[in-house]
Antibody, heavy 120, light 110 residues
Framework: EVQLLESGGDLVQPGGSLRLSCAASGFIFSSYAMSWVRQAPGKGLEWVSAITGSGGSTYYADSVKGRFTISRDNSKNTLNLQMNSVRAEDTAIYYC?????????????WGQGTLVTVSS | QTVVTQEPSFSVSPGGTVTLSCGLSSGSVSTSYYPSWYQQTPGQAPRTLIY???TRSAGVPDRFSGSILGDKAALTITGAQAHDESDYYCVLYMGSGVWVFGGGTKLTVL
């Protein structure tokens, strides 16, 4: 059974940093691309970032490019999202998702999410 | 910037059939956009229904089907049930590794 467990969500001040993690199990982690998708309170889903199975390629939404960094540790089956220079508009539930394939693929399985609140 | 469009809301009668659409503010959706569909109820994580236009995710009943209709991707629900009342989101691949979600459709079953 695929399981994704996010952690690291917290209250952070504008301009601050936060690191989210996602522990994966139930599948061959290195064989699948992974994504982060967020949802602001009362709003729709927003794709944030993705990384290929090998970790060799990363992709970002324009709204986070240059501020967020996605990474993965295939030896520990862990996905990360380093969030720097955060803004109020980054406040959201952040979902970790396993993609359908190793490279270009949509999210398939989802974690339960972790809440990030950016406020002074 | 290209926007992914969805109907803000839709209603269907119990047992009825409804087709939700997913389009582009400029241009037509094709299979090259790998349209995927997700269902979300309040307070829950999204659930994947369809990926790559028409492939059902594991455990999804065949009442849910995906296709391209005209210049849009479509999600068709047949035999609508009360527990199908949810928000439905589509996502499209824009190239260069980037995906964009639509604004979502709130489906009411009444």
């Amino acid at each position: 059974e695929v399981q994704l467990l996010e952690s690291g969500g917290d209250l952070v001040q504008p301009g601050g940093s936060l690191r989210l993690s996602c522990a994966a199990s139930g599948f061959i982690f290195s064989s699948y691309a992974m994504s982060w998708v967020r949802q602001a309170p009362g709003k729709g889903l927003e794709w944030v970032s993705a990384i290929t199975g090998s970790g060799g390629s990363t992709y970002y939404a324009d709204s986070v490019k240059g501020r967020f960094t996605i990474s993965r540790d295939n030896s520990k089956n862990t996905l990360n999202l380093q969030m720097n220079s955060v803004r109020a508009e980054d406040t959201a539930i952040y979902y970790c998702a396993k993609n359908v394939g190793a490279i270009i693929a949509a999210p398939d399985y989802w974690g339960q999410g972790t809440l990030v609140t950016v406020s002074s | 910037q290209t926007v992914v469009t969805q109907e803000p809301s839709f209603s269907v009668s119990p047992g009825g059939t409804v087709t939700l659409s997913c389009g582009l503010s400029s241009g037509s959706v094709s299979t090259s956009y790998y349209p995927s569909w997700y269902q979300q109820t309040p307070g829950q994580a999204p659930r994947t229904l369809i990926y790559s236009t028409s492939t059902r995710s594991a455990g999804v009943p065949d009442r849910f089907s995906g296709s391209i209709l005209g210049d849009k991707a479509a999600l068709t629900i047949t035999g609508a049930q009360a527990h199908d009342e949810s928000d439905y989101y589509c996502v499209l691949y824009m190239g260069s590794g980037v995906w964009v979600f639509g604004g979502g459709t709130k489906l009411t079953v009444l």
